[in-house]
DNA sequence: ATGAAAGCGCTAACAA
DNA sequence: TTGTTAGCGCTTTCAT
């Protein structure tokens, strides 16, 4: 027969308000009544029992994460990190895959909602920029936390500097002599495609460049689009020196499309990426890239959500490190 | 306020106990009071609530999926076919990824169990080959479904015929004129390294042609793995002039090794994969697989172990069609 | 075929 | 600081 919260009760010999008071990190319960409890749930194992918690005092203890580019390492990570976080609370965390362009995206996120009456979300990107969903989660009152989105304001989550560590990447060519960098964009409904090209422009204005349209391609983070991309930049009479692709799967692509053309990299080209995914370290030459802390983010973000979910304070959006990787598929300009 | 059970059942003038009998599908209700009890619940929008029905009921309708492997394609796809599966019959899914190498792996297992308590899990590989992890869950009661595992006697889920599979890849090579063909194997934890392999024997058995252990190289299912042993293999003296690598990465990697030794796939060497991953279209030249039906297994396998969950029948190990997909990676000896 | 009563294990509100 | 009581929304058992 399973241990209840009346059972270790009786073992404590107190009443069963004063175990669920330890059980919750209430206050009002002295110290070595505290530890009585303390001591007999742990003689006897006891475990909770997570549907009459929820059902009497109405929270799901559950977090639900939604996602919408369903096979990405970087999303991959950031759930490791949300189930980090909800472990040591002991929450539990659902996933959900959802196509954000679809027509009925809100009625299936309420549909969720309705039905497992998860307490709070944590958002990847680029879902985290669905007005419609933000909208409509507020109506409903249930708080979210945010993973990188684009506006930080009056939103709780984690982000790293995105525009800066473009700033610092096209820094890094920049100080090996290139000159010419072409740069290819992220998939246009990210918020980090608009930061990483931002940071890109930065950096080229800062060190007194033109803004050449030409060496500005667009991607959609795919390894496909990267091959395309760098075909229509190695076609260029007055080819690009490096490229900066705005993820590793693209940056991929553009070194399988310079072996195309002939290109050695990095003797003839210079080409680096951003997340410091697995690819970059599998791929000969091994990518120059940013390495972003993907599972602490998520960590961090569903950490903030759970301190406002039990009204500890306010919940933050935090701000991480980054750090430039620098690999094998970058060198000075010959 | 929240519509509940009880309100429904005053809506269509009937008992609380009659409108449980049709939420539940249920025997003894006449079809008349279960269309006027259908139709209240349509019109007031009622959704019962997980943890009440939970509590009630003493079972948690959730399914809980592990996983090992934390960033494979492959499993992104099975995990949505359990989802799509759950959502069809009102269960919640969780993931909980696990390394299934790590001492205290069936004390996590347990916990969860003690936690969250699922009515079953979904076991995908290689965590479906665990002899400990096994035995706990039938001690404990816990039924579970495997995807694609070693043992299909008195086991429940979706597989396909790999074996069947390498051996219609290596009869396309035959076909093609190969004689020389490699083989890089899968890690060795997973079940469907070892069926891949025997597959491969079968078919150079089948035609006649010797088995030569310099021809078949061990790789982990990595791109890096994939590189390491095409280089090894596109050292020997004499050649290979087609490979087959027991997954899609691992081929793209033995591709990559290919510009490398300044070899063309697939004038100079053809080249195939297995599992149809989005890697296999995105690569140039893309890839020859086998489609497996990935999210199909997934879902199958979760139907399964639904349908024993509800008594309905036994559950059964499904068989899954696979399908060569011939692209621009092979192509005759020349 | 349908209904009434009891209770699943916990917490909220209130009392002491 | 601790305990008592009543219920969360559903399903069970047992009637009818």
Redesign the pocket.
């Given at each position: 027969m399973?241990v209840?919260?009346?059972d270790v009760a009786k073992a404590a010999g107190?009443?069963?308000?004063?175990v669920?008071?330890v059980?919750?990190n209430e206050?009002?319960?002295?110290g070595p009544?505290r530890e009585k409890v303390l001591a007999a749930m742990a003689a006897m194992d006891y475990r909770?029992?997570l549907s009459?918690?929820s059902?009497?005092?109405n929270r799901s203890y559950l977090v639900a994460t939604l996602y919408d580019n369903p096979s990405s390492n970087y999303l991959t990570e950031i759930q490791t990190g949300v189930l980090d976080a909800c472990d040591e609370h002991h929450y539990s965390m659902m996933v959900r895959p959802l196509l954000a362009e679809s027509p009925d995206f809100v009625e299936r996120v309420d549909a969720l909602i309705l039905h497992h009456r998860p307490d709070g979300f944590v958002l990847t990107p680029p879902i985290t920029e669905h007005p419609q969903l933000l909208a409509h989660l507020k109506q409903r009152g249930v708080p979210y936390a945010s993973v990188s989105p684009v506006q930080h304001e009056a939103v709780i989550g984690a982000f790293i500097d995105e525009p800066q560590a473009a700033r610092e990447m096209v820094g890094h060519l920049l100080s090996l002599g290139h000159r010419r960098i072409a740069h290819v964009i992220g998939h246009p409904a990210h918020g980090a495609s608009g930061w990483r090209l931002a940071g890109y422009r930065d950096a080229l204005a800062a060190a007194g460049l033109p803004y050449d349209p030409a060496l500005v391609v667009e991607g959609d983070f795919s390894f496909g689009s990267g091959v395309a991309a760098a075909r229509t930049l190695f076609s260029l009479t007055d080819r690009p020196t490096a490229v900066f692709a705005a993820n590793d799967d693209m940056a991929a692509g553009v070194i399988w499309a310079a072996g195309e053309h002939g290109l050695a990299v990095p003797r003839d080209v210079s080409v680096c990426g951003f997340d410091d995914t697995p690819i970059s370290r599998q791929i000969w030459p091994t990518l120059t890239t940013i390495r972003q802390p993907s599972r602490e983010m998520g960590r961090i973000a569903a950490l903030q959500l759970l301190a406002s979910l039990r009204g500890r304070g306010e919940g933050h959006m935090v701000q991480l490190p980054f750090a430039l990787q620098v690999r094998e598929s970058t060198a000075p300009v010959s």
């Open positions: 399973r209840r919260l009346e107190v009443s069963p308000k004063t669920s008071r059980l919750n206050e009002n319960v002295r009544t909770p029992h009459a918690r059902l009497a005092s």
